[in-house]
């Protein structure tokens, strides 16, 4: 399924350099659907898209927690976060 998330920028180096791309964010799901330990995988564009992107998922509600055998676990997830500048 796909996620969208409306992001405001905070990095007014990326728009003033008209900077796009995705950045990869891992992160992991515990049993009780609470996310941690978020990273960054792959390369990096830089001009604080990564940093911004780490924030969003951080702040982001519960998730439901993988299961095996009808018991929650903890799950690792991989959200590529798309940059595109509008107009």
């Known amino acids: 399924s796909k996620i969208i998330l409306p992001v405001i920028l905070n990095t007014r180096d990326a728009v003033d350099n008209n900077v796009e791309g995705v950045v990869n964010v891992q992160f992991g799901v515990d049993e ?3 996310i941690s330990n978020v990273s960054i995988l792959g ?3 830089g001009h604080g898209l ?3 992107a780490i924030k969003v998922v951080s702040k982001m509600p519960k998730w439901t927690p993988g299961q095996v055998k009808g018991k929650n676990v ?3 997830r991989t959200l590529p976060i798309n940059y595109k500048l509008e107009g």
């Open 43 to 45: 390369n990096k564009i």
């Open 32 to 34: 009780n659907g609470s």
């Open 50 to 52: 990564e940093e911004e």
């Open 74 to 76: 903890k799950t690792w």
